[in-house]
């Protein structure tokens, strides 16, 4: 596809998300909030149809999206916006992250990313690639859908079952990778 096709994608992408970042944008992350994402746009909603298309695009066919490797080919992310006034203050990341053949010896066969935190929380839409992947979240496995971690939560970003895409929406691009991960015993 054409660099004209690539970025009316992208573009879309954007603009489709304005509306959703305007309505969440007073919200505080958490569980309440992770259950009403999952309730007004799961799924089956036209918003998640509409972000989990655009999003496969850039990252599948296009390469706009999660294009920067961070562990290999398998773990790859890239910021698509930063915060700013027409976002509502929100920045906007795609990650994307393959569990298959990993070597990291983790329960279920998970990938595991960088440990961060989240000091303003996280929204978070999660598109699985293959049937059984999923990305773990503060509620358990998300196979697709949206998890919501809450205002300082830290975790490793883990997917199992295959692959994943990952976008999400951080109120004022907020995100901290120098935190220090729990010992692991």
């Known amino acids: 596809m054409s660099n004209t096709g690539a970025s009316n994608h992208r573009e879309q992408l954007i603009a489709r998300c304005i509306p959703f970042l305007e309505e969440v944008k007073d919200m505080t992350t958490g569980t309440k909030v992770e259950e ?26 296009e390469g706009w999206a999660a294009n920067t490797e961070i562990a290999g080919h398998k773990y ?28 990291q010896r983790n329960p279920e066969n998970a990938f595991r990313g960088d440990y961060h935190s989240h000091p303003y929380g996280e929204f978070n839409l999660v598109v699985a690639l293959n049937e059984g992947a999923a990305l773990a979240g503060p509620n358990g496995w998300c196979y697709g859908g949206w998890t919501a971690p809450a205002p300082g939560s830290h975790h490793y970003p883990e997917a199992k079952g295959g692959a994943v895409i990952a976008l999400f929406f951080l109120p004022a691009g907020r995100i901290a990778y120098n935190v220090k991960a729990p010992d692991a015993h």
């Open 36 to 61: 009403w994402l999952n309730t007004k746009y799961g799924p089956e909603s036209a918003l998640y149809k509409d972000l989990a298309r655009l999003i496969r695009i850039g990252v599948e066919q």
């Open 76 to 103: 790859r992310r890239s910021r698509l916006v930063d915060p700013s006034e027409a976002t509502f203050g929100f920045s906007i990341t795609a990650v994307y992250m393959d569990s298959a053949d990993n070597d």
